[in-house]
């Protein structure tokens, strides 16, 4: 019977899923290291491993992992084994000789009593054998869930840009997670279900658990519990207008968070109620530029402007932190995936958005922001690479917004001639080259601040800048070549 949430949270994993547990049994199953279980069961999973020594090994162990001893200083094999189910331990391997002939009797009794995992290490495994297998049954683990994200990404995206977006979406989430998604009201009634029936205790558990979230403004994201035999999960969507993504499934992968909080980000966008005809065109364009789309080729469903570009990165680490974003500033046009090649390429982990540029661009809690100038609908590329830029200056500077300063002085000049003339004086210099100049420049020549701003050390962005004064032979000191150099790098 379901009773409330296992646990209502406000933060859940990031972008990126967890390295998933390895069962026991899969180390079991590996020839060459020869494991042998003697008590509990195989099923258990393993997060990590650690090797110990200690007659008292709890203040050093955190839970989830396969404790490995020789039993040097094991004297009460009973008292040891309830130290380590106290510690939460997952399993314990016991290594024979050089200490032990054979696993003590006592320690099975043990393990056996309080169904701790026992495991024989036999004389030819070293422990550091055992250790390196793990770690790569949880590298492979880590690689077939990311492979796992990644496919369910593109499907929702696609899922977003075909005509009936919403109950595609929820197609592609249940079908990807195996279970049943459904869009709850503020009131609690299903708007849009998809995936396979569920029983009614878990249905209703389900909705239950959505109404724990609700319209209240700085209520929690997220939260979740079980119901009917079902893993349950519900998810506040962006907008305000308190509809909530409800997720029943029979199990819970790593990275179930980060396909669910996708999802978050594509319904907020699309199923909020009160907007009109012209919004469910632009979120149809918007989609149309997440897949690749030429923003010439969408202008005309976007508007003509002008439009406003702010990159951001931070958040509270929910997968669904870019929705709450794009609500506070009061657009729906938000991309939280990736963005153009190039010098100003999208990093990992930022978020853009598409505001009018009537619309305030303000300083909110957890984000740096950068923001462009105005631009139309043909422009939002230069758009794009300006609050790229921006949102450099403001990490490198310890800003919570930094806006796109325009040319002023630089504006009186023909802009062809000063394009021609920058073209010329910077020919010498590739890219990485000019791109370093340009962030050392706008941080007043700081090497700490640009290697920040670049992600880069230091030391490079030093070896970087002698390069371009060589290149330049111009001496980088002088405050009229910087201003020259700083016109040309504009233009």
Known sequence: MYEGPTSVT??????????????????????????????????????????????????????????MTAGVQLADPAHYVERVVEAGAAALAFGVTPVYDTVPPELVAACARHGLPLVEVPPRTPFTAVARALWRLMAEARLHELRRVTEAQQSLAAAAARPAP???????????????????????????????EVPAEAARALRDLAGVLGPRPGGPASASGDGGGLRLAAYALGGGDGL???????????????????????????????????????????????????????????????????????????????????AALGTPLVDAGTGPAGPDAVRPGTVRLLLPSSAPVTAQQGWTLGASAPVTAPELAAGDA??????????????????????????L???????????????????????????????????DRTAVALGVHRNTVRQRITRAAALLDRDLDDPDVRMELWFALRQ
């Open 386 to 411: 300006q609050a790229a830029r921006a949102l450099r200056r403001a990490e490198a500077s310890r800003a919570v917004l930094v806006r796109h300063r325009p040319n002023g002085f630089a504006a």
């Open 413 to 447: 000049v023909d802009r062809d001639e000063a394009a021609a003339y920058a073209r010329d004086l910077l020919a010498p210099l590739g890219e990485p080259l000019t791109e370093t100049l340009r962030a050392w420049l706008s941080l007043h020549g700081s090497w």
């Open 244 to 326: 909530t993504l409800g997720v029943a499934t029979e199990r819970r992968g790593p990275g179930d968070h980060t396909i669910a909080g996708v999802a978050v980000v594509l319904l907020s966008l699309l199923a909020a109620p009160h907007r009109g005809a012209d919004a469910t065109v632009r979120d149809g364009a918007l989609v149309r530029l997440l897949l690749g789309a030429a923003p010439t080729e969408v202008a005309d469903a976007l508007g003509t402007g002008p439009w406003t570009v702010v990159h951001a990165r931070g958040g509270d680490g929910t997968p669904f932190a870019a929705a709450s974003l794009a």
């Open 166 to 196: 919403v109950p595609a979406v929820l197609g592609a989430l249940a079908s990807r997670l195996g279970g049943r998604a459904v869009l709850f009201a503020a009131d609690g009634t299903e708007s849009a279900a998809a995936g396979r």
């Open 10 to 67: 406000t933060q859940e994993p990031g972008s990126t899923p967890p390295a998933p547990p390895v069962p026991l049994a899969a180390l079991l199953a590996r020839p060459d290291l020869g494991l042998r279980l003697l008590a509990g069961s195989e099923d258990v999973p393993l997060h990590w491993v650690h090797t110990s020594e200690m007659a008292d090994p709890y203040p050093y162990l955190l839970g989830g992992e396969l404790l």
